[in-house]
Structure formats: C-alpha cells, structure tokens
Nanobody, 122 residues
C-alpha cells in the first residue's frame, strides 16, 4: 500500500518561490503516476500538475509557466513541484496524489492521497 508524505510548504511573500516535495513509500519497483492538487478555503480541490509513469507532464492553465513538476533522477518515487511568482491566490493546502503507475506488483492499482502541506502567500 503506497503512502505519501508532502513537505516544503511555508509562508512566502508575493513573487516568491517554493519547492514542494512528495515522497511515495511502498513498492520501489513502481514508477507512479503522481500529481499535485490544492484546496483553498471554501473552494474545491483543484488539479495543478501531473507527471505520469512515462514522465509525460501536464499542467493546469492556472499554473502553466509558473509551476514546474519534476521527478527525482535517482529516487523515482520522489516528485517535486517548483512554484515561482507566487500570488496570494496560490494560498492553499497542497496535496500529492498517486493514481496508478507502471511496474511489477500491482503498481497500476496504487491509489493514495497525502495529508497535504500548507502554502501561504502573504
């Protein structure tokens, strides 16, 4: 069973940058489809970016050009989200998600959400 731990959330001034990390534990043979979401107070959870098991990358229009998702070269179970030019509207809890993957041992069935990390832009 895969588990996710996010880190890197912080208080940052407008225009600043942060890097969030998400580490997946479980089957190290898997290359997971990993994505980032966020949820601001009173709003629905919003998709931000995904890197799939083939390292294809997708972004929501709201963050394209400002956010960059990468997979660690040596630790394929670690995915980072670099966030630049942060705005107060980026304030939210940021969540990591696994929704399948490739590799032996049921990787395609893996599903999990992390607990979230708070990002405050003020």
């Amino acid at each position: 069973q895969v588990q996710l731990v996010e880190s890197g959330g912080d208080l940052v001034q407008p225009g600043g940058s942060l890097r969030l990390s998400c580490a997946a534990s479980g089957n190290t043979a898997c290359t997971y489809d990993m994505s980032w979401y966020r949820q601001a107070p009173g709003k629905e959870r919003e998709f931000l970016s995904e890197i799939d098991s083939a390292d294809r990358i997708f972004y929501a229009d709201s963050v394209k050009g400002r956010f960059t998702i990468t997979r660690d070269d040596t630790k394929k179970w670690v995915v980072n989200l670099r966030m630049n030019m942060l705005k107060p509207d980026d304030t939210a809890i940021y969540y990591c998600r696994v929704n399948g993957g490739s590799g032996a041992g049921g990787c395609g069935l893996a599903k999990a959400w992390g607990q979230g990390t708070q990002v405050t832009v003020s």
